[in-house]
C-alpha cells in the first residue's frame, strides 16, 4: 500500500495494516468495509454485555431493528437535507426479462446498469434510532420511554482511517420524554460511558461536537448546535493521538424528532429526546490499539471488567 | 388489515398480526421489514449458541461480515444474471451543493429524487457466505477451511408473510476443500440440524429445493439443480402447515465460486465449496408458533437445550 504523505493518513494506514496483518479485519477491497475476526466480534460482545450491565437499572425496553427502513419515514427526517452525501438508497432490478437481458447487456458492454434499477421502499439506516421514532408516533406511556437499540448503520464515506467504517454497529439508549428527562438521560450517559471507558484503559475525554452537516448551509446549522451544547462526544486516540477519535456519542434534539413524528408526551407536550450511541467497532479498535492485538495479555483489571 | 380470500395469504396475515400484537414484531410500515423484541432477539440468541455448539468440533475460523459487500465481487457471482428482482444495490448523493438543491426541489414536488443518485461500490450481502468467497482467493491451506458466517442480508421480496423478510439473518457454515469434504460438510450439517430443530421440538424434514432462479432461463437451472440434488431444505410449518417454511437450506455448490474467485486446494485443484445456512428469524418463529410466544411455558426439554 502507498504511504500517504499526510502524517495522519499515514497513520491511519499503518494502523489498518496492522489490523490486516493480525487478521483482525478482513479486507474487502472497498474502503472501510472489512469482515470482523472471531477475536474483534468477541471483544465488541464483551463490551456491550458491560454497557447492559450499566444500563440494566433504567429498565430499558429492549428493540433491535434491520440495517434498512422505511423509505418514508427517512423522508420525514431531515437527513437527505443534512447529510445526502452519507445515505444509503437501496435500489433494486423490476423489470421484465426483455430489461433484464438488456441490463446484463450493460453490464457485459462495462456500461453504468445501476440506472436500470429502480428505488424500493427501504433506504440503509443512518444512525441506530432512526427506526425508533416513527415506531413511537402517538403518545408516550407517563415516564416517557427509554429503548435499547442496536443495528448496522450506513454512512458513504469510504476513507483509509480504519475507525470510519461504512457499516458498523451503533449501541444507543434513547430516551423519549419532557425536556428534562432528556437532558437528564443525557447527562447520566455521558457521565456513565465516561467512567466505562477509563475503567477498560481508555484515556476518553468528552468534547462539544457537531454532525457533519452537508455544505455551505451545513456550517451555520453545525455552528448552532454547538452554540446550543447538544452534541457531545468521547474522543479516544486510536489511530493517532493527534487526531483523537469519537467512539461514544450523546445527541440532545430538543423537539425534532417529536415534531417530525408526531409524539406527545403523556401531558400532551411535543416529545424531547436525546441519545447515547456507543460506536463498537471503534471501541474495540481503541481496545486493541492500547492493550494489543491479544486480548489474553490485556491488563488485568480490564480483563475483569470484561469478564475475558 | 384486509384479510386475503387465499387462505395460506390469510394465515400469513393471521400470524404476523399476532406477532404484532404481541409486541415481538414492530412494524415499519413496509411488508417484511420489522424490528424485533428483546424476547424475539433472546430466542435467536439461544439458538446460535446451540449452533455454536454443534459446530465446535470443526474448530471453525469466526467471521462476521457487515450486511454490505464489494459491488466488484457482487459482480464476479452470477447474483445479477439469476437473481436481479432480489438484489439490492446501494446507491447515494454524490453531486454538488446546485445538485442537492436540485434534488431536494424534486424530493418536495414529489418527483423521483431517487434518479440524482449514483451507485456506490457496494452492494447488500444476497446471502452469508457471499463475502467469504473474495476473500479466500488464492491456495487454501491442507484440509481446506471451515468457516463460521453471520450476516444480515437482503432480499427484495416485500410480503405479508412474516417468515419472509427483506431483512433478516443467516448463520452459516461453509466448507472449502475439495468434493468429498464438501459433500461430507453438508450431509454432517443436514442431519445434525434436523436433530437440533427436532430438539426443540420443531418438526422439520429434509426436502430436494431449488433456488428461485429469474426468468424462463431460471427455471431450467431449477430443474438442473433439483436434478443434481444440490439443495436440501428443511422444512417447518410455521404460519400455515399447508405450506411449510424452510428454516434450514444447504447448497453443494460445486466449484461454482471456486472458478469465480481463483479458490485452489492445496493439491492445485479448484476448490468446490458446500453451505448450510440457519434462517435465524425463520427458526424464532417456528418455535413462537410452536409453543407461545412466553418462552417461560416452553416445554421443560425445550427450555433445557437452549438453556432458558
Known amino acids: 500500500m502507498c504511504i500517504s504523505d499526510d502524517p495522519i493518513t499515514a497513520a491511519y494506514q499503518s494502523y489498518l495494516d496492522e489490523l ?11 474502503d472501510g ?48 437535507e443534512t447529510f445526502p452525501n452519507l445515505m444509503g438508497s437501496v435500489h433494486s432490478f423490476m423489470g421484465k426479462e426483455k430489461d433484464h437481458l438488456a441490463m446484463i447487456d450493460k453490464k ?30 402517538g403518545t408516550l406511556p407517563q415516564g416517557g420511554r427509554i429503548v435499547d437499540l442496536r443495528t448496522y448503520v ?12 461504512q457499516s458498523f454497529r451503533q449501541r444507543e439508549y434513547v430516551r423519549l ?11 447520566y450517559w455521558l457521565k456513565t460511558a465516561e467512567g466505562m471507558l477509563h475503567a477498560v484503559g481508555l484515556d476518553a475525554k468528552p468534547v462539544v461536537a457537531n454532525d457533519p452537516f452537508f455544505g455551505r448551509g451545513g456550517r451555520v446549522m453545525a455552528a448552532t448546535q454547538r452554540e446550543q451544547d447538544l452534541k457531545y462526544e468521547l474522543v479516544v486516540p ?38 447515547i450511541g456507543f460506536g463498537l467497532e471503534r471501541i474495540a479498535l481503541a481496545l486493541f490499539r492500547k492493550h494489543g492485538f491479544e486480548p489474553a495479555t490485556w491488563p488485568a483489571e480490564v480483563k475483569k471488567v470484561l469478564k475475558l
Chains 1, 2 share one sequence.
Open 238 to 275: 486510536v489511530a493517532t493521538a493527534e487526531k483523537p477519535t469519537a467512539v461514544v456519542s450523546t445527541n440532545y434534539h430538543l423537539d425534532h424528532f417529536g415534531h417530525a413524528f408526531d409524539i406527545k408526551t403523556s401531558d400532551g407536550n411535543v416529545a424531547h429526546s436525546a441519545c
Open 154 to 165: 450506513f454512512r458513504h464515506e469510504p476513507s483509509v482511517d480504519p475507525a470510519r467504517m
Open 177 to 187: 420524554g419532557t425536556p428534562e428527562q432528556a437532558l437528564e438521560h443525557r447527562n
Open 20 to 30: 490486516v496483518d493480525a487478521r483482525l479485519l478482513i479486507p474487502s477491497g472497498v
Open 108 to 137: 457485459q458492454k462495462h456500461e453504468d446498469w445501476s440506472k436500470c434499477l429502480d428505488a424500493t421502499e427501504v433506504m440503509l439506516v443512518p444512525a441506530a434510532c432512526y427506526p425508533l421514532y416513527p415506531a413511537s408516533t
Open 33 to 80: 468495509v472489512y469482515g470482523r475476526s472471531g477475536t474483534f466480534e468477541d471483544i465488541i460482545e464483551r463490551f456491550e454485555d458491560y454497557v447492559t450491565e450499566k444500563g440494566a437499572h433504567l429498565k430499558p425496553e429492549v428493540m433491535r431493528f434491520p440495517p434498512i427502513m422505511n423509505r418514508k419515514h427517512y423522508l420525514c427526517t431531515d437527513h437527505i
